[in-house]
Structures are given as C-alpha cells and as structure tokens.
Nanobody
Framework: QVQLVESGGGSVQAGGSLTLSCGVYGRISSSFSMAWFRQAPGKEREGVAEIDVEGRTIYTDSVKGRFTISQSSGKNFLYLQMSSLNAEDTGMYYC??????????????????WGQGTQVTVSS
C-alpha cells in the first residue's frame, strides 16, 4: 500500500510563494509517476504538474514558468514550488501517485493513490 501526506499549504498574498511537500509512505517504488492536482471551490479537480518514472515533467499551461515539481532522490518526497501566486491558484492541492508510466495528460483517472490535500489560499 502507498500513503501520501501533503503539507506546506497556507495563506499568502498575491505575488508570494509557497512550497508544498508530499511524504510517500509504504511501498515506495522507483517506478512511480507522481503529480499534483488542485481543486478550487465549485470547480472540478485539475492536474497541475506531473513527474514521470524518468523524472520528466509536464505542467498545465496556467502554471508554466511559475511552478516547479520535483522529488527527492529516493522518491519518498514530492515537492511543488509555487511562485508568483495569484487568486486563481487558490484551492485544495492533492498529491497523487501511480506505479508505472502515464499518458502524460495529467489525467485524474490514471492515478490510484491520493493524499488528503493541503489548502492554498491566495489573497489579492
């Protein structure tokens, strides 16, 4: 089994920065793909960034150049560095994982392990 625990959320003013962390516990694998998703109030959950088995990354267009996804060498921690935050970045941020590759489309259905989420609130 795999357990994911997010931390690092909080309240920040527009233009500020936050770094989210996700601890991976249990059956850690070098063959993980991992991602960050977020869900704003009243909206569907959307993919933010993904890092695949070989460490290649993809981002949704709205965060390119502002967010960076990374992971520790042992793949037991996943990070999301967020800068130039704006009100549209507000939401619950979730860490997700799966064994093996994904199609590279930041698709919710491809991930079968999820954390409980950490709240990010950006005030303008």
């Amino acid at each position: 089994q795999v357990q994911l625990v997010e931390s690092g959320g909080g309240s920040v003013q527009a233009g500020g920065s936050l770094t989210l962390s996700c601890g991976v516990y249990g059956r850690i694998s070098s063959s993980f793909s991992m991602a960050w998703f977020r869900q704003a109030p009243g909206k569907e959950r959307e993919g933010v960034a993904e890092i695949d088995v070989e460490g290649r990354t993809i981002y949704t267009d709205s965060v390119k150049g502002r967010f960076t996804i990374s992971q520790s060498s042992g793949k037991n921690f996943l990070y999301l560095q967020m800068s130039s935050l704006n009100a549209e970045d507000t939401g619950m941020y979730y860490c997700a994982a799966r064994f093996g590759w994904t199609a590279g489309r930041l698709s919710i259905s491809e991930y079968n392990y999820w954390g409980q989420g950490t709240q990010v609130t950006v005030s303008s």
